[in-house]
């Protein structure tokens, strides 16, 4: 089974400030983790993924993650964010094995740009 | 376009009705899923098909059924034993082999 925690439920920064969330997960499985972003009312868009290879990661809109296989954590950072990357950011974890994409999320990070 | 439709994109139901949740995809993808999103929780596994005619629980399968007789389509019915039906639910199908999965717009079903 698998668990993953988003340390901070809500996170508010200034525009063009650095922003980083945190997710840490558990699982007795190897997995493949993902950074998902939902904008009100609607469905996930994924930012981007980890697979294997290079930890440091890089995704849309500016955003990267590094993988840390000791401390078990996927942190999310953007060097200067916008006004339009508030949204509510999600972890996500999905086993090696298997054919289906079943994934286990993190409860989620409110990200709030201020002007 | 390729991509997945779910809909009504808003449901409203008195408590005790059964309604059904349309998801169609049109990727060609193998398998498909339920999630139901809660605020605070993240979302929640309800049910997934790997192939036409079968499907697996997921995390919260209660109060909930699944079909998918068709490639295309996976839809959910949330019955009337669902103690708490009202939620965001979202849809996602993904490819066999493949490593992302992608999602539909949700519906928020509202039960009264």
């Known amino acids: 089974a698998q668990s993953v925690t988003q340390l901070d439920s809500q996170v508010p920064v200034f525009e063009e400030a650095p922003v980083e969330l945190r997710c840490n997960y558990s699982s007795s499985v190897s997995v493949y983790l993902f950074w998902y972003v939902q904008y009100p009312n609607q469905g996930l868009q994924l930012l981007l993924k980890y697979l294997s290879g290079s930890t440091l990661v890089k995704g849309i809109n500016g955003f990267e993650a590094e993988f840390n296989k000791s401390q078990t954590s996927f942190h999310l950072r953007k060097p200067s964010v916008h006004i339009s990357d508030t949204a509510e950011y999600f972890c996500a974890v999905t086993p090696f094995s298997g054919s289906a994409r079943q994934l286990t999320f993190g409860s989620g990070t409110q990200l709030t740009v201020l002007p | 376009d390729g991509g997945i439709t779910q809909s009504p994109k808003y449901l409203f139901r008195k408590e005790g009705q059964n309604v059904t949740l349309s998801c169609e995809q049109n990727?060609?993808?193998?398998?498909m899923y339920w999630y139901r999103q809660d605020p605070g929780q993240g979302l929640r596994l309800i049910y997934y098909s790997q192939i036409v005619n079968d499907f697996q629980k997921g995390d919260i399968a209660e109060g909930y059924s699944v079909s998918r007789e068709k490639k295309e389509s996976f839809p959910l019915t949330v019955t009337s034993a669902q103690k708490n039906p009202t939620a965001f639910y979202l849809c996602?199908?993904?490819?066999?082999?493949?490593?992302?999965?992608?999602f539909g717009q949700g519906t928020r079903l509202t039960v009264v």
């Open positions: 996602a199908s993904s490819l066999q082999g493949n490593t992302e999965a992608f």
């Open positions: 990727l060609n993808h193998d398998a």
